[in-house]
């Protein structure tokens, strides 16, 4: 299913499509590279099972994909999933420079209603693509589905940070600076006002974990960086 389900979905769809050719740029200046760092936390405990098949559910350009396999060093094949077109249009496109780039494949479809098989992955990965879901219970709901049992769960996103000072820097930085660098740097504003309005107004970790517990998933973590303004939740579906 390619189309997005809701209104919502469809104008978060063209606001990705817009900002792709500056997607993989602006991630890495918006965090002074730590997203980097964070995607390789989530992939080595994704990657528990030997020679894994993995889901990255909203792949966009296919960063993720790409550092699992390599992280893998080949011993993974990784499926990528995104909505938006133009981003996986760029995520093939890099696949021929990508190292063991021919581990990975992408196809364009929504992550509430994948066009997969049940029970065929021993991993689902996700990074910060949870704010951008306009119904959280379904998006867990098809990544239980698609997992082996046993099989496990692992995503990133950005929250608001628990108060403090840290709290305060990061609200300077992120509500007030950041969607002027965006603006700056991909001419559009109104995507990166989006992004830091979409963490001001998302879940608490504590709400999004109650979430994937319902849909079914067991022994539940949250991994915690930079005062809590990146969580990572795991979690197993269990035999």
Known sequence: MSAARH???????????????????????????????????????????????????????????FNAVKIANGR???????????????AQSKRAKAPHGSSTAFIQGSAMAAPLREAIFDGAMTAFVLRNVSELPLFFAEAYRVLKPRGKFVSLDMFPPTSGWFAKLYSIYFYRM???????LSNDRQAYQYLSDSV????????VATLISE???????????????????VA????
Not at 41 to 65: C, F, H, K, M, Y
């Open 7 to 65: 209104p919502r979905d469809q104008a978060v769809q063209s606001m990705f499509d817009r900002i792709a050719g500056r997607y993989d740029l602006l991630n890495r200046v918006i965090s002074f590279r730590l997203d980097t760092w964070w995607r390789a936390q989530a992939i080595r405990t994704v990657l528990s099972a030997e020679n894994p098949l993995v889901i990255d559910l909203g792949t966009g350009t296919g960063d993720l994909a």
């Open 76 to 90: 993974a094949r990784i499926i990528g999933l995104d909505f938006s077109l133009q981003m996986v249009r760029l």
């Open 178 to 184: 950041m969607p002027w660098i965006g603006g700056l």
């Open 200 to 207: 001001r107004q998302f879940h608490s970790p504590e709400t």
């Open 215 to 233: 849909a079914g998933f067991k022994e539940l973590a949250i991994r915690k960086f930079l005062c809590g303004a990146v969580c990572m939740h």
């Open 236 to 239: 197993v579906k269990p035999s």
